[in-house]
Antibody, heavy 125, light 107 residues
Framework: EVQLVESGGGLVKPGESLRLSCVASGFSFSDYSVNWVRQAPGKGLEWVSS????????YYGDSMRGRFTISRDNAKNSLYLQMNSLRAEDTAVYYC??????????????????WGQGTLVTVSS | DVQMTQSPSTLSASVGDRVIITCRASESISRWLAWYQQKPGKAPKLLIYKASSLESGVPSRFSGSGSGTEFTLTISSLQSDDLATYYC?????????FGQGTKVEIK
């Protein structure tokens, strides 16, 4: 069974930093790209960042670029998100998500097939 | 970035009703659209990928269609267990965006 378990959330003050972790099990972690997706309280879903299986390709959403850093350790089946200069608007549940790729005549496409249970980050003074 | 617009934002239907949720993309995304179901207090769950492919284990009352800029999720016969918020999501050029969600309520 595929499992993704996040940790590291908590209450921090604006401007502070936090590092989230996600441990994967039940599949070959090193074969998959993984992502962070967040959801502010009572709001919709927002993609945060993606990292390829070998860490060779990394992407960020516009509002996160420059403040957040995604990384992974395939030997530990782990994904990380280093979040710096946190703002009140970063308050959200952060989900660790595996993506699945496919190819057709239009090219490659990716969707999110397994999600962790999420970890809550609260940024407040 | 590609923007996704879902409609309606909320719908109320009775058990057994046919329910249709629409998602429009601001530019063509071919067929790289997925649908997710999120029950209260839970993580989202994949229902449909590549516009119309049913994820393993998902009941056959869920179906998806569309391509280009217009897509639909259909629940053929609404069940009480389908109380949830539904999100569409597009993939385009290493960026993913979600619709704002459709909350389905049971009358």
């Amino acid at each position: 069974e595929v499992q993704l378990v996040e940790s590291g959330g908590g209450l921090v003050k604006p401007g502070e930093s936090l590092r989230l972790s996600c441990v994967a099990s039940g599949f070959s972690f090193s074969d998959y790209s993984v992502n962070w997706v967040r959801q502010a309280p009572g709001k919709g879903l927002e993609w945060v960042s993606s990292i390829s299986s070998d860490s060779g390709s990394i992407y960020y959403g516009d509002s996160m670029r420059g403040r957040f850093t995604i990384s992974r350790d395939n030997a530990k089946n782990s994904l990380y998100l280093q979040m710096n200069s946190l703002r009140a608007e970063d308050t959200a549940v952060y989900y660790c998500v595996r993506d699945q790729g496919g190819y057709d005549s239009s090219g490659w496409g990716y969707y999110f097939d397994h999600w962790g249970q999420g970890t809550l980050v609260t940024v407040s003074s | 970035d590609v923007q996704m617009t879902q409609s309606p934002s909320t719908l109320s239907a009775s058990v057994g009703d046919r329910v249709i949720i629409t998602c429009r993309a601001s530019e063509s995304i071919s067929r790289w659209l997925a649908w997710y179901q999120q029950k209260p207090g839970k993580a989202p769950k994949l229902l449909i990928y590549k516009a119309s492919s049913l994820e393993s284990g998902v009941p056959s009352r869920f179906s998806g269609s569309g391509s280009g800029t217009e897509f639909t999720l259909t629940i053929s016969s609404l069940q009480s267990d389908d109380l949830a918020t539904y999100y569409c999501q597009q993939y385009n050029s290493y960026s993913w965006t979600f619709g704002q969600g459709t909350k389905v309520e049971i009358k």
